[in-house]
C-alpha cells in the first residue's frame, strides 16, 4: 500500500485523490472557451444574433487555440526525448579518454600539491616535470615501475633547489617508456572515462577519481 508523505493511502483515499488532479482554475484551455462561446450562444439577444462572422472567428480562435496547444505538446515530447537520448549516448564514451582541456594546477606558496596522472601504456620509468608558466621545470618527481593506469602524486611544494615555490598556476608533464622501451609522453588533464552519472538534469563522467560536469570536457576520444 503507497503511503504519501501526509500519511494517506493515496490509491484509495477519493479526496487525496481529488485534490491532487484538481486543475488550476487560474488556466483557460481549448474547453473552457468552447464553453463560454456556447454560453454566449444560448444567451444571445434573439432580436440581434450574434454575427455569423463573429462566430466564425472565435472557432477559429479556438481551432488556433488548440493547434498551439498540441504544438507545445509535441515540442514538450521532443525536448524530453532528445534529452534522454543525449544521456544514453553520453554511456557510450565509457572507456574512450577525456580531456579537460589544461594540464595546469594551482599551487599556493607553502602548501602541497596533489594531482593524478593518466598512464595510457605501462610504466618501465619516467619522471614528471612540474614547469612554471615560463615553462621552466621546477621540480621533477620520480615515476616508479607500474601498469598502466591513474595514478596520484604529491608535489610538497618545495622547488629543485629546495625553497618554497611561489604561489602560481604550474604545468604537470610525464615523460615516460613502456616495457618495450619506447618513448612515451602523457600529462595532466587527460583520463578514462570509467562511468556516467545524472544528477539533477546535469551529466557527470568520472575521471580519475572525481566526478566532473561533461560541459567541462572538451575532447573525447
Known amino acids: 500500500m503507497a503511503i504519501t508523505s501526509t500519511g494517506l493511502n493515496a490509491a484509495t483515499n477519493p479526496e487525496y485523490a481529488a485534490a491532487s488532479t484538481q486543475k ?3 488556466i483557460l484551455g481549448k474547453d473552457d472557451f468552447l464553453k463560454l462561446l456556447l454560453v454566449e450562444l444560448q444567451h444571445q439577444d434573439p432580436t440581434e444574433p450574434m454575427d455569423s462572422e463573429k462566430i466564425l472567428t472565435q472557432t477559429s480562435q479556438l481551432a488556433t487555440l488548440e493547434s498551439a496547444d498540441n504544438t507545445n505538446k509535441a515540442l514538450a515530447e521532443l525536448a524530453a526525448s532528445l534529452g ?22 594551482a599551487h599556493d606558496e607553502g602548501t602541497t600539491s596533489t594531482f593524478e596522472v593518466y598512464f595510457p601504456s605501462s610504466i ?19 615515476v616508479g615501475t607500474n ?29 615516460y617508456s613502456d616495457q618495450d622501451g619506447k618513448a612515451l609522453t602523457t600529462r595532466l588533464g587527460a583520463y578514462p572515462i570509467e562511468s556516467v552519472r545524472f544528477e539533477g538534469g546535469t551529466t557527470y563522467v568520472k575521471v580519475g ?5 561533461l560541459e567541462n570536457i572538451v575532447e573525447v576520444y
Open 147 to 175: 601498469a598502466s593506469g591513474v595514478y596520484q602524486f604529491t608535489w610538497d611544494g618545495m622547488n629543485s633547489a629546495g625553497n618554497k615555490a611561489d604561489s602560481g598556476i604550474y604545468h604537470v608533464n610525464a615523460s
Open 84 to 105: 534522454a537520448s543525449q544521456q544514453f549516448s553520453t554511456i557510450s564514451a565509457i572507456g574512450k579518454t577525456a580531456d579537460l582541456g589544461s594540464d595546469a594546477i
Open 24 to 26: 488550476d482554475a487560474s
Open 209 to 213: 577519481s572525481s566526478y566532473v560536469s
Open 124 to 142: 618501465e620509468n619516467g619522471t614528471i616535470d612540474i614547469t612554471d608558466g615560463d615553462g621552466k621545470i621546477v621540480k621533477t618527481l620520480p
